[in-house]
């Protein structure tokens, strides 16, 4: 849960590795800025609701699924 105002920094400019299913809610968010969240093997689903998580930065590698919307500010996508 991501309370209102709040911010997770999901890697804290590291390199994460993710396997699974991940939800979550509140009105905060959860922030990708820097550093790497990579999939493992299994791949990663998200299931976030609309704005809850937040790509500003940093990387994306592997197999990534989502079933709402995410926000992309600023980031690139290849």
């Excluded at 926000?71 to 996508?77: D, Q, S």
Aim: charged residues 5%; glycine residues 20%.
């Amino acid at each position: 849960m991501a309370a209102s105002g709040a911010a997770v920094n999901i890697t804290g400019g590291s390199t994460a590795t993710w396997d699974g299913t991940f939800t979550g809610a509140g009105s905060g968010a959860i922030i990708l800025n820097s550093g790497a969240l990579q999939s493992g093997a299994d791949g990663v689903v998200f299931n976030f609701p609309t704005g809850l998580f937040q790509w500003q930065g940093g990387t994306l590698s592997g197999t990534f699924t989502n079933t709402g919307d995410l926000v992309l500010n600023g980031a690139r996508c290849s």
